[in-house]
């Protein structure tokens, strides 16, 4: 049972490039999430999912879009990358049901992508 | 809106001395409260929640952590760390049980074990 899976683990951007961070999960979760972690600051929602076909935006969803085509892939999108962009970016998923249940906010990480932009 | 405040960012514990990171919330209904762990290198993980019932919630590693309604507080305790327990710890609110969106985290403490 593989999790979140996060792809790629490192890049290096050039100011203005575009690039696809990609998140799969086997767990059939139907919650998914875009994180970034910065330093001292906490990790910020950029972006969720509630289940295929649906997204919506988080706290910090600026210079990003993602989509969720399938309840197992969430890929999150940069359009023209910005060093305000460089962070720890975390994709997490969870399942929650309309009586929340036990897995309601118990979200499972990813290992993370380190990504900077120069 | 709900926040989350941990106070110390940097905490260094002597390894088999008891440790305690605060964390205090603010929110204005009913709440749910998390501790997640950040290993180095790594994606968190949970280390316990309090949704409801008894306010003294245990989790793994022998940590645990007790709910305080009225000092909105959410301390993490354990009383004696390992060198292994050497992470970064996150304290986390949500107001809703269903809706996962809604969870907002503290900045983090950084734990530091020293033989």
Redesign the interface.
């Known amino acids: 049972n593989a999790g979140?899976t996060q792809t790629p683990k490192f890049r290096i951007l050039k100011i203005g490039q575009s690039m696809t961070l990609q998140c799969a999960q086997d767990m059939n979760h139907n919650?998914m999430?875009w994180y970034r972690q910065d330093p001292?600051?906490?990790?910020k929602?950029i972006y969720?999912s509630?289940g295929a076909g649906i997204t919506?935006k988080?706290e910090v969803p600026n210079g990003y879009n993602v989509s969720r085509s399938t309840t197992e892939d969430f890929p999150l999108r940069l359009e023209l990358a910005a060093p305000s962009q460089t962070s720890v970016y975390?994709c997490?998923s969870?399942y929650?049901?309309?009586?929340?249940?036990d897995g309601?906010?118990?979200?499972?990480?990813?290992?993370?992508s380190r990504l900077t932009v120069l | 809106a709900q926040s989350v405040t941990q106070l110390d960012?940097q905490v260094p514990v002597f390894e088999e001395a008891p440790v305690e990171l605060r964390c205090n919330y603010s929110s204005s209904v009913s709440v749910?409260l998390?501790w997640?762990v950040q290993y180095p290198?790594?994606?968190?993980?949970?280390l316990l929640?309090y949704?409801s019932g008894s306010t003294l919630v245990k989790g793994i590693n022998g940590f645990e952590a007790e709910f305080n309604k009225s000092q909105t507080s959410f301390h993490l305790r354990k009383p004696s760390v390992h060198i292994s327990d050497t992470a970064e710890y996150?304290c986390?609110v949500?107001d809703s049980?269903?809706?996962?969106?809604k969870?907002t985290?503290?900045?983090?403490t950084r734990l530091t074990i020293i033989p």
């Not at chain 1, 929650?96 to 249940?101: K, L």
């Open positions: 979140v919650y999430y001292g600051m906490g990790l929602l969720y509630v919506d988080g975390f997490a969870s929650a049901t309309d009586s929340g249940g309601a906010n118990v979200l499972t990480f990813g290992a993370g | 960012s749910y998390f997640y290198n790594q994606g968190l993980q949970l929640k949704l996150f986390a949500s049980g269903f809706g996962n969106e969870l985290f503290g900045t983090g």
